[in-house]
């Protein structure tokens, strides 16, 4: 047995191990979840992170978790959208939620949040087609970059040849040679 941070004793061959694999992901999900509310706090141009108010955490969650609105409920964890890629969207969409801020009137922080959550949630497709394009023309381009490379190497190696046998013909034919 192995005695936990948490002041729990855990099985060391499967218990510990599955508990230690939990605490990396829940740690990995918090800083995720942090910087997703950096970003909110940013975008919305919010003064603190601790303004965001706590009933707007659940719709965020609701996309993490992937719920599930209508047939037959069941738990699903963390099987949605990832943080990141929320993140992502809402930098994606940052002029249309700057067009919707100027633009409209809202009753509250509350109901700005959930519009541009909307917003957002109707972009993620949207993000993720942008971003695999980009990668697919980043790759593209490295390959590209790689193969001139390449090329100039190829190049410089049959321009060195050629100058090499020039010079060697040069040197060769001698003008005294010509009069005898």
């Not at 990396?24 to 141009?45: G, P, Q, S, V, W």
């Not at 609105?69 to 949605?80: D, T």
């Not at 409209?104 to 959550?117: A, I, Q, R």
């Amino acid at each position: 047995m192995k005695y936990g941070e948490d002041k729990r004793y855990y099985h060391v061959e499967y218990c510990y191990e599955k508990y230690l694999k939990v605490k990396e992901f829940k740690a990995k999900e918090r800083l995720e979840m942090d910087r997703l509310a950096n970003t909110i706090a940013r975008i919305h141009k919010l003064k603190k992170v601790s303004t965001i108010p706590n009933t707007f955490y659940p719709y965020i969650q609701e996309l993490r978790n992937d719920s599930v609105l209508f047939g037959k409920v069941s738990k699903r964890y963390k099987q949605g959208i990832t943080y990141q890629t929320i993140e992502n969207t809402y930098t994606y969409c940052s002029e249309k939620i700057e067009w919707a801020r100027g633009n409209k009137e809202f009753k509250n922080l509350m109901s700005e949040l959930k519009y541009c959550f909307a917003i957002v949630k109707n972009n993620i497709e949207n993000c993720l087609r942008d971003e695999s394009k980009s990668a697919k023309q980043k790759a593209e381009t490295e390959i590209l970059i790689n193969h001139v490379d390449s090329m100039r190497v190829v190049n410089k190696a049959i321009n060195s040849a050629q100058n090499k046998k020039v010079n060697e013909s040069k040197e060769a034919l001698d003008i005294t040679t010509l009069f005898d």
